[in-house]
Nanobody, 115 residues
Framework: QVQLVESGGGLAQPGGSLRLSCVAS????????MGWQRQVPGKQRELVAS???????NYADSVKGRFTISRDNAKNTVYLQMNSLKAEDTAVYYC?????????WGQGTQVTVSS
């Protein structure tokens, strides 16, 4: 059974930082493209960042220069370092793993940016 478990969400002040983690079980993430997406109520889920199994990264324009995605294949874990947080970063953040026609999702972690 595949599980992606996110952690690290919570409340942060504008300008602050959070680090999200996503630990995978049931798959070997080195074979997968990993990513983070986020969703706010009433809006579609949107890509935040992704990283291929070779380490190439892609970011939404809204987070470039502030967020960094990374992976530790030995720990079967992907991270999202979020700096200079803004109120508009408030959302539920989901981890996903993609390989060919297979996509797995985590349950999500809430990030709230507020003073």
């Amino acid at each position: 059974q595949v599980q992606l478990v996110e952690s690290g969400g919570g409340l942060a002040q504008p300008g602050g930082s959070l680090r999200l983690s996503c630990v995978a079980s049931g798959i070997i993430i080195s074979f997968y493209e990993m990513g983070w997406q986020r969703q706010v109520p009433g809006k579609q889920r949107e890509l935040v960042a992704s990283i291929t199994n070779s380490g190439s990264t892609n970011y939404a324009d809204s987070v470039k220069g502030r967020f960094t995605i990374s992976r530790d294949n030995a720990k079967n874990t992907v991270y999202l370092q979020m700096n200079s947080l803004k109120a508009e970063d408030t959302a539920v953040y989901y981890c996903n793993a993609v390989r060919r026609l297979s996509t797995h999702w985590g349950q999500g972690t809430q990030v709230t940016v507020s003073s």
